[in-house]
C-alpha cells in the first residue's frame, strides 16, 4: 500500500521550542508490538526538542536535511548535519536543536530495548 | 554517539539492476533483535531492487527524493515520490525501481513479524 503521510503538529515537545512536524511512516500497530514511533521529523528553524530520557527503548536519530546540535547522553553539544547517525542507549538522555536557518530534517525511529 | 555511515555496494540486489548504496543508521545488533537492516538506500538512475519476498518479516520503504516505480505484494507498479510510504505485510513481496534521471533515495526498514 502506498499512502502520504500528512504531519502531525507538535509544541514544545519534551519542553523544546516551537514546533515539529512529525511524518508518521507506520503507525504504531504496524510496528507489530516492536516500538512506538517511526517517523520522520521536521524542526523548523530556532525550534527544538528538548533533553529527555527513553526508559526500556532507544530511539536513534538519522539526519537528513539542515543543521543541528545532538546534545548526548552526557549533555555534550555535538554538530550534526545530513548523513549523521546519531545514537543513545536504552535508558539514556537525548536531545536535538535546529542550529541553522534552515528546517533540520531527521528519522526517529522508537523501539523497544 | 554521532557517526557517519559509509555505503555498502551491492550489485543487482534481489535480481535487480546496476548499485545500490546501503547505509546503515544502525547495525543490526544495535537493532536489539527486533530486524536486521535500518538504512537509507539510493538506487541511481536506471537501477532497481527486484521484486522479492519477506517472509517472517516486513520492510515498509518510505521514499525521500527523486521518482520511483513502487511494485506492491499484487504486482501493481505504482508511481512513487518523496513522502510516499510504501508497506506489505509480513510474507508479502515488493520491488521498487528508479524511474527517474536523478537518484532514488529511501528509508528502509525490515523488522519481524
Same mark, same amino acid.
Given at each position: ?51 529527555h530520557v527513553h526508559d526500556n527503548e532507544?530511539?536513534?536519530?538519522? /539526519? $537528513? ?5 545532538? @546534545?548526548?547522553?552526557? *549533555? +555534550?553539544?555535538?554538530? %550534526? ?6 545514537? /543513545? $542507549?536504552p535508558g539514556q538522555s537525548?536531545? @536535538?536543536?535546529?542550529? *541553522? +536557518?534552515?528546517?533540520? %530534517? ?7 530495548a
Amino acid at each position: 500500500m502506498v499512502r502520504k503521510p500528512e504531519p502531525v503538529i507538535r509544541e514544545n515537545m519534551r519542553g523544546g521550542r516551537g514546533r515539529v512536524y512529525i511524518y508518521d511512516v507506520i503507525s504504531k500497530e504496524e510496528f507489530l508490538g516492536h516500538g512506538r514511533m517511526y517517523a520522520k521529523m521536521v524542526i523548523p528553524p530556532g525550534g527544538s526538542i528538548g533533553v529527555h530520557v527513553h526508559d526500556n527503548e532507544t530511539e536513534p536519530y538519522y /539526519i $537528513l536535511e539542515g543543521t543541528g546540535i545532538f @546534545i548526548d547522553e552526557n *549533555g +555534550d553539544r555535538i554538530p %550534526v548535519g545530513p548523513g549523521d547517525s546519531c545514537t /543513545i $542507549l536504552p535508558g539514556q538522555s537525548h536531545g @536535538i536543536e535546529n542550529a *541553522g +536557518d534552515t528546517d533540520l %530534517v531527521f528519522m526517529a525511529l522508537i523501539y523497544n530495548a
